[in-house]
Structure formats: structure tokens, C-alpha cells
């Protein structure tokens, strides 16, 4: 059912002092979040998912109660939970090459039947583009978690954006606290986010236009993961509480020849003996400061993820499009009326 990785009885580490229900919503919402399961794939029932986990059903009920309220999951009655995110739905919905293509198709017919190469057809229609007035940029805003690591995020999205657009960064905390920052949202053509924070960010700013995308391990972290000896002693460390139990097999999934992992959080009262006890610390994005704490020549880094580049060239590259071309349309109505 969870094709990201399998999960079992060791899914769930119940000597850490973390509830359990704690450690499975932030296995469930990460892999529902970051994972690639097809919009309305059957999860495992209440019962079945306790029993490979050994866990009460009441606390899996109560899990997959607090996943549909997040805009996760599906419950149906009678019939069970299923995934209630589409990663293509936007470009379904929003993709304005799809109303295209019959023109495109017939103006290739046309330029074929007068004689007029592909490649003529293509220069015709650049410099038709470069003679229409310049359209304004957009304005976009990424609602992110770690100022830092935000900003590297945007730095690969600026890669797909066009030249005049402009992107802000403001953290979950200032949409939380700051009147400015929700009006900055609001104000925007359009609010970027991961997907497992949509639903919060939603709630933040129910007016803003709001497009969740999907992030994946980098191939840095992937390529350091691989790399591991397999006698290698792992100390892995996240900042939220909430996914300590996603990093082992976070770990495993790129370094499957790695055995021995023992996982822990960045403010855990034994972080410095575990750290000391193992040949490499690997800390989840937003716990820095544990690398400070690594002694000298121990092997350190960060487990980083990065913007899924299908979900960009495939779902934001045409959702922005089709922002232009409204914003566009907008103008030279406003210049009609005028």
C-alpha cells in the first residue's frame, strides 16, 4: 500500500518517550506528503495497519481522523481511507496548453498545406511573441518553515520562473504572528508551500490563492546515503518530535546496507551520548545546530530535501502560465474600460 517504504512492527520505536500516535501521524503525513501514491489509493484498513504496526486500532482511527482533517486522506464509509491528494489535478484543471492543442494541431495542418516548414512556423511565432507588449511579472510567495533552507528552496524554483517575476519568503511563524505577513500572502498572485503544510497555511490565509508542491530527498543526500559503509553506526536526529519516526526509514530507503540507526530529536536530554556513540550524525533539515556537537573528523550532514523538479515543470510551470495569461487578460481589460 505505501510504496515510499514498507512499514512494520519496527515502524514505531515505543521505547522513545514520543506517543505513539505522534510517531505515526508524522510517518503517515510524510509519506502521504512526500510520497508519489496515486489520488485515491486504498490504505491499509484501521485494523489491519494496528495489527502490522502492533499498535491499538484506536490510536490508527484517531490518526487517520487527524489526516482527513489535514486534506490527506479520504474516509468513506463503509469503504475505508484512501489518498485525497491528486499530484496532477492542477494541471488537469489549470493547464491552458490543454485547450490549446486543437489550435496547435490545425496550425500545423495549415502551415504544412501552405508550404511552411516547422522550423519557419516556430521563427514566425517567436517574433510574434517578442513584438506583443511585455506582460508583468508575478507576484509569488513561498510560506516555508527554516529561513535558510527556504531560501535555497526558492533558488531552485527561480529556475522554472520567468525573469520578471518576484518571489518573498515568509516563515509558518510570521504567518502565524504577523498581520503584514498574512496580508503579503493574500496580496500575491500566488502562495507556494509543501504539501504537508497546505491545509495549515490555508487556514492561516483562506484568501490567498494557494499551490502545494511536492519535495523529495536532494540527490545530495541521496548520494551521501549510498555512500555509507555498512558497519557505519548512525545517529539520526530531527528537530519536530512529530517525525522522529520517519527518519530510519528516511535513512534506509537510500541506505538500505545500513543496519544499526538510532534515531532521536535535536532538544532529547541523551543527544550528545548518542552522538557520541555513533560514526556518523545525519539531522533533518532545521536541526543545524546539531552539528555543532559532532566532535572533530566524525562524519556530519544534513538529510535535505528539495523541490520535486516533475512537480515543478509539470504542475507550477503551467499553473503560473496560466496566471499570466489571466493577469494579462485583466490588463487589457482595465485598459479597454480606461
Known sequence: MFNMFPLDATSIDKSLPVPVSTQLHGLLSYILSH????????????????????????????VYQDLRDAGLIEMKRGLGAFTA???????????PINALRADIDALLGKAEHLGVSPMALVSMVTAQVQ??????GLEIVFVGIFPGPTRDYVEEIKNVLAADDTVRIVTLEQLKTSEEARATCNQADVVLTFVHREMEVQALVPDARLLALRFIPSEKTRQALASLDPRTKIAAVTHFQD????????????????ADIRVTWSSAPDLSETIAVCDVVIYATGADEVAGLARPGQRCFEYRHSPDLGALENVLVPYLAHLRRSKSDDGRKGQAAA
Open 131 to 136: 513584438m506583443r507588449k511585455p506582460r508583468s
Open 85 to 95: 491528494r491528486d499530484p496532477n489535478v492542477r494541471l488537469r484543471e489549470d493547464q
Open 243 to 258: 517525525f522522529i519516526a520517519i527518519m530510519r526509514p528516511s535513512i534506509r530507503e537510500f541506505a538500505p546496507h545500513v
Open 35 to 62: 510520497g508519489d501514491m496515486a489520488y485515491g489509493t486504498k490504505l491499509p484498513s484501521v485494523r489491519q495497519l494496528a495489527a502490522d504496526l502492533s499498535i491499538a486500532p484506536m490510536t490508527v482511527s484517531q
